[in-house]
């Protein structure tokens, strides 16, 4: 089951498709060439990967917290970069 969190971060060039892209998800319909950003259910800490990744059976009977959606690898790095550095700073 995935669950959009509140805030949900979306990269500037999915900005106006996040509506659309988070129906489809959740439909099953998961555009394979993006990254998804979740909070782990064992650190709750942020952590990504391939939005293909989600169609394992493994997380047919998980809860995934999506916190982000992005198009590219450098975007989902800088993403947990300042994830890292706020719970630094915090």
Same mark, same amino acid.
């Given at each position: 089951?995935?669950?959009?969190? *509140?805030?949900?971060?979306? %990269?500037? +060039? @999915?900005?106006?498709?996040?509506?659309?892209?988070?129906?489809?998800?959740?439909? #099953?319909?998961?555009?394979?060439?993006?990254?998804?950003?979740?909070?782990?259910?064992?650190?709750?800490? *942020?952590?990504?990967?391939? %939005?293909? +990744? @989600?169609?394992?059976?493994?997380?047919?009977?998980?809860?995934?917290?999506?916190? #982000?959606?992005?198009?590219?690898?450098?975007?989902?790095?800088?993403?947990?970069?300042?994830?890292?550095?706020?719970?630094?700073?915090?």
């Amino acid at each position: 089951m995935l669950v959009f969190e *509140p805030g949900l971060y979306v %990269s500037s +060039d @999915l900005r106006d498709q996040k509506r659309q892209l988070c129906e489809n998800i959740m439909r #099953g319909s998961v555009p394979k060439d993006l990254f998804i950003i979740y909070k782990s259910e064992y650190s709750g800490k *942020p952590e990504f990967m391939r %939005s293909k +990744d @989600l169609l394992q059976k493994y997380f047919e009977d998980r809860t995934v917290r999506v916190v #982000g959606i992005t198009k590219d690898y450098q975007t989902a790095l800088e993403y947990l970069a300042c994830e890292a550095y706020n719970r630094l700073e915090g």
